[in-house]
T-cell receptor, first 114, second 115 residues
Framework: DQQVKQNSPSLSVQEGRISILNCDYTNSMFDYFLWYKKYPAEGPTFLISISSIKDKNEDGRFTVFLNKSAKHLSLHIVPSQPGDSAVYFCAASGSGGSQGNLIFGKGTKLSVKP | DTGVSQNPRHKITKRGQNVTFRCDPISEHNRLYWYRQTLGQGPEFLTYFQNEAQLEKSRLLSDRFSAERPKGSFSTLEIQRTEQGDSAMYLC?????????????FGEGSRLTVL
């Protein structure tokens, strides 16, 4: 049973437009939600996170929104740049007191076209 | 600034052989994690150390898998009697001790191919 789901395997947007990546989760005990970005042949790199007690967190071009009632979060990238092309993973932590276990979705491959 | 270092980057082995991967975390990080990633999937948690203590293990970590962090610095992940299903990218990550916000620093991974 997947606790973190990214239902869109891929997304293509035009440079300068908004990219919206979506993520759903099933466990209401998660404390933090995170987005990681991964380029080919590299490990994932942390992008942005949000605590479960907040509904929005912004860092430059990246904003994460959390809707706890819908168990849904999204990552907005505005404006999108070709260098944003990567696989984006949604992850959740803190389920039931677990401190080391990040639960990842399957990822969404974002392509930003010039 | 030195990031998380993993060796070897790629290992090809025959079924039944043993393999060992090494991870050197960021020096001031107390926590060290091992994840596994297969094609089309996100990373899956295997195990986690705080200093030299192994605090959590996933049920994915079968008896053939063993991880150590003897001096609280580098870590090794050994897979005995490898099977084709063990073929994956093995990712190591580290973090500071502190609030569990989940921000991990990942290495580039060690890719295992079992023939």
């Amino acid at each position: 049973d997947q606790q973190v789901k990214q239902n869109s395997p891929s997304l293509s947007v035009q440079e300068g437009r908004i990219s919206i990546l979506n993520c759903d989760y099933t466990n209401s005990m998660f404390d933090y939600f995170l987005w990681y970005k991964k380029y080919p042949a590299e490990g994932p790199t942390f992008l942005i996170s949000i605590s479960s007690i907040k509904d929005k967190n912004e860092d430059g071009r990246f904003t994460v929104f959390l809707n706890k009632s819908a168990k849904h979060l999204s990552l907005h990238i505005v404006p999108s740049q070709p260098g944003d092309s990567a696989v984006y993973f949604c992850a959740a932590s803190g389920s039931g007191g677990s401190q080391g276990n990040l639960i990842f979705g399957k990822g969404t491959k974002l392509s930003v076209k010039p | 600034d030195t990031g998380v270092s993993q060796n070897p980057r790629h290992k090809i082995t025959k079924r039944g052989q043993n393999v060992t991967f090494r991870c050197d975390p960021i020096s001031e990080h107390n926590r060290l994690y091992w994840y596994r990633q297969t094609l089309g999937q996100g990373p899956e948690f295997l195990t986690y150390f705080q200093n030299e203590a192994q605090l959590e293990k996933s049920r994915l970590l079968s008896d053939r898998f063993s991880a150590e962090r003897p001096k609280g610095s580098f870590s090794t992940l050994e897979i005995q009697r490898t099977e084709q299903g063990d073929s994956a990218m093995y990712l190591c990550a580290s973090s500071r001790q502190g609030p569990d916000t989940g921000e991990l620093f990942f290495g580039e991974g060690s890719r295992l191919t079992v023939l």
